[in-house]
Structures are given as C-alpha cells and as structure tokens.
C-alpha cells in the first residue's frame, strides 16, 4: 500500500489549481442513467471514486470515455437494472443511482450501503422521498427492490432534516416523474445547484435550488448536455487551512469566494488573511500562531463537516484552546487519536473535541481512516518537525486529485512512496 512522506516547515508558497467538485461530479455522472444522449461533463477531476463511479454506470450499459478532465457519458440502453452489494458497498454515493433507473427503467435492484467509517449513515430520507414519488420498495435480503410500473408522479417531499444526499437523490428521480413536485427542507449545498444546472440544461425544469424548497416540473424526456463541474470547495478549504496552518501565500485558483463563508470567517478570525481575486481567493497566513477559534459543523451555508478535520488539524499549533463540535456525522473524530500521535492534545467529549494549541507537532506514523481524516493529517504533517507518513493513502485518493503534486508546487516537501 502507498504512503506518504512529508518532511514538515516549509511554507507554502504560489498557486493552487482548484479541480471540479466531487461530491457534485459523482452525481452528475448518475444523471446519464436518466437520457439516452450523451451527457459531456468539463472540469471532471480525475478520482478514485469517479473511476468506480464509471464502472457501475458500464455495468448499467452507459459508455464512458475520457479526455484530460472532459468526461462523455452515454446510455443509450439500460442493459442491466442491479447494483450489486460489492459495487455499492465500496462507495456510498453509488446508492443514488436507484432513483434515475427506476425513473428511466421502471424497476430498479439496488443494494443497501450499509455503514461507514464515521457513522452509521442510513438511507431512509431517500427510500421515503422515491416513495412519496409513488415508488413502490421492498427491502429483501440487504437489497432494496423498487418498482414504479405506471412511471413516478410528482409528490411532496418534507425532510424532516437536511440531507444533501437525499435531495439530491429525489432532484433525479423527480425530473422524469409525471407532474411537479415539491422538496421542502431541501440542502442548499453548491451540488446542489450544481446538479440542478445540469438537470436543466439536459431539459429539466427544477428551480429553487439553493433554497430550502426545489420544485420541479417533470418532463417526459431528457437530452444530452454539456455542463461543467463546480470547483471543489472542500478542496478549496484544505489548502487554505494547509496555508494557513504551514504559513505562506497561496492562490486557490478558481475558487469560488461564496462557496466558504463560513470558513472565510473563520480563518480571519484566527487571524489569517482572505481575500477574493480575480480568479480565485488569497489566502495569506498570520505572522506567528493562529489564534484558537471555535467551530460547529451545519449544513451548508453552516461550516462544512468535511472540513472539521482539517480546521481541527490547524488548532492543534493555533494560540489556545478552541471547541470543535460536530453535529452531522457521530463518529468524525478519528483524526484527533492519530493528531494526538504527533503531539497534539485534544480532549473528546462526545461530539466535542477542545482543543489546546501547542506551539509544535512532532512527526509521526500516522494512519489514514477516511478521505477528509487523512488530508487533515496532511496538514498536521507539513507543520509538524521531522518526518511524518501517512499510510492508508488510498483513503486520500478517492477525494483528491493531484494532492502531493500540487502541495509541492507550492514548496512542501512531500512524496508518495510506492510499496
Ligand atoms: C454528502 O453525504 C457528502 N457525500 C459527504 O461528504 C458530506 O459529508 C455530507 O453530504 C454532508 O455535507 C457526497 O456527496 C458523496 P447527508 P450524504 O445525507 O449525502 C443522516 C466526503 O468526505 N441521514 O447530508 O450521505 C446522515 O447519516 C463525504 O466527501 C439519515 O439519517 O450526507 C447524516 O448524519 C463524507 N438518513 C446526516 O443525515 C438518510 O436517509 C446528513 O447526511 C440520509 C442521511
């Protein structure tokens, strides 16, 4: 398995490219299930988890090919209505492909995802909202067998808390159902958005996504498209907080400003200078030590849980003590044992972590546990003193494309060791 070698206290120095959104891109890939014209996706990044993506949506009959970050999709037939246990289990976003065959195809087998490093993540929010769309499930053994023989009609969909995946999953199912259809409470996140520019451009009628209520119009058929992908704005916040915490003056290219308010407001707190750009956001780091800053994790435009990890990791060096507390997932502390390998010093008390600052890590071997978990170690390992790896890396590369190049560009000394 690879590893990842870094040898801490180089600032970080130049520019950053910001690649297109994963969390978005993984379900735009979904909605070519819903035409059968060719769907052209630009600013596709290049991911563990988009090359898995590709072979369940082969498995379905749709052909994929690639050139440099350009991605064509076409399925033409659904040769094969089942996602089967190994496919989905290996990444949840898979489950959302339910909703777009059952739309498309009128019966759709699809295993459940079952559980994951940082919590037990059900799927309820979205087996209620296809029914309300008249989908007719069955669970039998770990599978959930879905049926809409006459076509889905438009419904109301209340979630009773936000859930991006779960908006997400009734944007695609909801644009073929027959009649309008109503989400309230739906996520606000940027994929959201996102999606729904797709959906629209392939035909779709969805509007008011961004707010907490979408309604979409069905519409008998979809075309082919070409819609770009959102930069990544979790990427985007990583290496602000890598700057941040290792000092220097970096620019997130393509970055887009309102995408990390929350964040934004954050760091200026603890004292790090931001700054829009044209082309992209600056972020500059304080002389000396952050100040320790509180955080709680919201849906969007809340802060972000995928970047608690890495917000953590840069109070672990800051000046005092800060109170991190995580409110969507139950179990995303895993970073904090293996950051209190190299010397930081964090108490967990439930979905709180208090944080006191020291002034410095010691490198360490440390394991990654989840994507966002192990980029936050990253970051622990290029303030750190000495030599840091980090093994497990395959978690980091479901999520980011280019990491140890694009952090070297900028002055880090990091390698990845082959094994
Ligand atoms: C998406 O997961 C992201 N994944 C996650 O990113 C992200 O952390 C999360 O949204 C929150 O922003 C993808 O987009 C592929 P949710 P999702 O449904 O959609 C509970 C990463 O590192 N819930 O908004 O699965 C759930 O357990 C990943 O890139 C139910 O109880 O998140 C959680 O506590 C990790 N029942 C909360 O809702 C349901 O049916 C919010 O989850 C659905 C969700």
Redesign the pocket.
């Known amino acids: 398995m690879d590893s990842i070698k870094i040898r801490g206290g180089q600032e970080l120095k130049g520019s950053v490219p910001i690649s297109g959104a994963?969390?978005s891109a993984?379900?735009l890939m979904v909605a070519t299930i819903l035409s059968d014209e060719p769907l052209i996706l630009g600013r596709m990044p290049d991911l563990a988890d988009t090359r898995f993506l590709t072979t369940l949506l082969q498995h379905f009959g749709a052909e994929v090919s690639r050139d440099g970050d350009t991605m064509r999709l076409h399925t033409q037939r659904i040769e094969n209505a089942e996602a089967p246990y190994d496919l989905v289990r290996k990444m949840?976003?898979s489950f959302n492909v339910l909703g777009p065959l059952l739309a498309r195809n009128g019966e759709a087998r699809v295993s459940l995802p079952g559980g994951c490093a940082?919590?037990?993540?059900?799927?309820?929010?979205?087996?209620k909202a296809l029914e309300a769309l008249g989908a007719e499930i069955e669970l039998t053994e770990g599978y959930v067998e879905a049926k809409a023989p006459k076509g889905l009609q438009g419904g109301q969909v209340t979630f009773p808390?936000?859930?991006?995946?779960?908006t997400?999953h009734a944007m695609l199912a909801a644009v073929l159902a027959r009649g309008e259809t109503t989400l309230e409470n739906a996520?606000r996140?940027p994929?959201i958005v996102d999606l729904a520019d797709c959906l629209n451009a392939m035909g779709a009628k969805v509007s008011g996504a961004g707010s907490a209520t979408i309604t979409i119009q069905g519409v008998g058929s979809l075309s082919g498209a070409a819609h770009a992908v959102v930069p990544d704005r979790?990427e985007t916040g990583t290496y602000a907080l890598a700057a941040a915490t290792a000092g220097g003056d970096v620019l997130l290219k393509d970055a887009v400003w309102k995408h990390n308010e929350a964040l934004w407001d954050r760091l200026e707190k603890a004292g790090a200078a931001v700054a829009k750009e044209d082309g992209g956001v600056r972020v500059r780091a304080k002389r000396g030590r952050l100040a320790a800053t509180d955080i709680e994790t919201r849906?969007?435009p809340g802060f972000?849980?995928?970047e608690q990890a890495q917000f953590m990791a840069a109070m672990t060096v800051a000046d005092g003590r800060s109170v991190i507390r995580e409110t969507?997932?139950?179990n995303r502390f895993m970073h904090a044992p293996e950051l209190m390998r190299m010397g930081a010093k964090i108490d967990l008390r439930g979905n709180e972590a208090i944080v006191t600052g020291v002034e410095t890590l010691r490198g360490a071997q440390v394991m990654a546990t989840?994507?966002?978990a192990s980029v936050s170690l990253v970051i622990a390992g290029l303030v750190a003193a000495g030599e840091t790896t980090i093994g497990r890396v395959y978690h980091l590369d479901r999520?980011f494309e280019g990491l140890e190049a694009k952090l070297a560009a900028c002055g880090a000394d990091i390698e990845r060791v082959k094994d």
């Not at 940082?118 to 087996?127: E, K, N, Q, S």
């Not at 808390?161 to 779960?166: I, M, P």
């Open positions: 994963k969390n993984l379900k949840r976003a940082i919590g037990a993540r059900p799927v309820d929010l979205h087996l808390f936000v859930s991006v995946g779960a997400e996520a996140e994929e979790i849906p969007y972000p849980t995928d969507i997932f139950e989840d994507l966002r999520g």
